[in-house]
């Protein structure tokens, strides 16, 4: 089994492998995995989970058509409002797509700090607000905010990972 992963981000590779080699079904242990960076067509700050997940959509969408790969796995980040919740949220999605069947997975949401917050609902980019907070370079290719907001209990290659777990469902289980 050949699977793209439509991002050049390591941590979404990761992630991708991390999925594929849990459990007990359905995916070849001589399966591949490839990162190529494709357009997700949303904007850089995915707001709100329908952007959020047709970026992940698009992203896998348009890697399956870029190469020889059975499967095209999409994962975004975004923030997004819960109704009965205060404040922004970190939220990811997956999506797995054959060509024919798509499937969807979420990762952990986390609260935004209130100052991150304000700097993302002012329009800043998530990444870049956490690189000048944390005073470091490339969080997102990292621990990411998730390992930032949870003291790295959870980092950004395990959230992706659920999420990509999540999306799987549809290729792993006859449930669907």
């Given at each position: 089994?050949?699977?793209?992963?439509?991002?050049?981000?390591?941590?979404?590779?990761?992630?991708?492998?991390?999925?594929?080699?849990?459990?007990?079904?359905?995916?070849?242990?001589?399966?591949?995995?490839?990162?190529?960076?494709?357009?997700?067509?949303?904007?850089?700050?995915?707001?709100?989970?329908?952007?959020?997940?047709?970026?992940?959509?698009?992203?896998?969408?348009?890697?399956?058509?870029?190469?020889?790969?059975?499967?095209?796995?999409?994962?975004?980040?975004?923030?997004?409002?819960?109704?009965?919740?205060?404040?922004?949220?970190?939220?990811?999605?997956?999506?797995?797509d054959d060509g024919e069947t798509v499937g969807r997975g979420a990762g952990p949401s986390m609260r935004l700090p209130a100052e991150i917050e304000r700097r993302v609902a002012d329009g800043a980019e998530l990444g870049p607000v956490m690189d000048d907070v944390l005073d470091a370079e490339g969080v997102a290719r990292k621990g990411g905010a998730a390992g930032a907001f949870t003291g790295d209990r959870v980092d950004r290659t395990t959230a992706l990972e659920t999420a990509v777990a999540g999306a799987l469902g549809p290729f792993v289980t006859d449930l669907y």
């Open positions: 089994m050949h699977v793209g992963v439509g991002s050049g981000n390591p941590v979404k590779r990761d992630a991708v492998e991390r999925a594929l080699a849990a459990g007990e079904a359905a995916v070849p242990s001589d399966a591949t995995v490839e990162a190529r960076p494709v357009s997700s067509g949303v904007s850089e700050q995915p707001r709100g989970h329908a952007e959020t997940i047709r970026g992940a959509e698009t992203r896998a969408r348009n890697v399956l058509a870029q190469g020889d790969y059975d499967l095209g796995v999409g994962l975004e980040g975004g923030v997004a409002a819960f109704d009965g919740a205060d404040g922004l949220f970190l939220i990811m999605w997956a999506a797995v």
